[in-house]
């Protein structure tokens, strides 16, 4: 939805919910079996049971920015954009079973038996916050420039390390429409271009890796004659300063096109750093327990990519 504020400025808003229940409910029922007096002769498919398992999933995308595009004096362009966006998700899982039932005729989890019971329920949420800004100037079509700033918070760091902050820059200069170039008449189009920016990566990580957790076992330890105490331990080690990956990338290219359009190219060189990737680091043995991954890591990528095409105009479409 676009709501037009004054001239050159709006306001843009998009919201996507999206909701899913599943609700199953199964029922084993035994099977008796007669001889040809017809007397019960022998039963199939017992233990009779019957379970449920629901579930339920809500994802949720809220977007909200405002957009201003303005021309002064017939060579400045200037715009600005700044907004923010909400993005969730929800799951919910119960699952319970009972069995034993002396009738089939009506069978709810409450008139199974007690005995053997099953019970279980799971489930996971992670909401990720955004604020974004963009802010881009051009010069008689020739010069331009552009900064970006956006801000991201995630529900799958600890409250102290949830937000990272990624800038960005890039600056392209349309060099063929110089008249000391256009005047050759060798390119018919030709431009530089370079840009640096971060961003953050948070791959890999659990939703509550930054919660240390307990496991119940299914096993007890007697103690005594008479008390089972159930086994617990703890199940991980957590970093609290764990935090966003930030992939740092520079780059520096340049587009061309002559021969009327037909002959195309470009060429990329850029380099990429990842001054705090997320590793797993070895401890001694007799710590007993899995550590956690944390921003120890750096990794370094360069290269370059370049392209060149034909493309035939046909006169007869212009």
Request: net charge neutral; glycine share 10%; hydrophobic share 35%.
């Amino acid at each position: 939805m676009t709501w037009k504020i004054i001239d050159g400025l709006n306001l843009i808003g998009r919201a996507t919910v999206r909701k899913s229940d599943s609700d199953q409910y199964q029922v084993s029922k035994g099977i008796y079996y007669n001889n040809w007096l017809d007397a019960n002769s022998g039963r199939n498919r017992f233990p009779n049971y019957a379970e449920r398992n629901y579930t339920k999933n809500l994802s949720k995308n809220f977007t909200l920015y405002a957009e201003y595009k303005k021309t002064f004096g017939e060579k400045h362009d200037f715009g600005f954009m700044v907004g923010a966006s909400h993005e969730s998700a929800d799951y919910d899982r119960f699952w319970a079973k009972r069995q034993d039932y002396d009738q089939q005729v009506s069978m709810p989890l409450n008139l199974g038996s007690s005995e053997n019971q099953e019970a279980s329920s799971q489930g996971n949420a992670w909401t990720i916050n955004s604020v974004f800004s963009r802010l881009n100037y051009g010069f008689a079509g020739k010069y331009f420039i552009e900064a970006t700033l956006r801000g991201d918070g995630s529900s799958r760091f600890a409250s102290d390390a949830r937000w990272g902050y990624f800038p960005g820059v890039s600056a392209t200069w349309r060099i063929s429409d110089e008249s000391w170039m256009s005047s050759t008449g060798i390119f018919d189009d030709l431009k530089f271009r370079a840009s640096w920016g971060e961003t953050g990566n948070q791959s890999g990580i659990g939703y509550y890796d930054y919660i240390s957790l307990i496991d119940i076992s299914g096993s007890y330890y007697p103690f005594g004659s008479s008390t089972k105490g159930q086994m617990a331990r703890q199940s991980n080690l957590v970093s609290n300063a764990r935090t966003w990956e930030t992939v740092a990338t520079t780059n520096v290219g340049v587009d061309f096109a002559v021969l009327g359009d037909r002959l195309y190219g470009s060429f990329d060189y850029f380099w990429k750093t990842n001054r705090n990737m997320l590793i797993p680091v070895t401890y001694p043995s007799v710590l007993g327990i899995a550590a956690p991954r944390t921003n120890s890591g750096k990794l370094k990528i360069w290269g370059w990519e370049a392209v060149l095409g034909w493309r035939d105009v046909n006169s007869a479409t212009l």
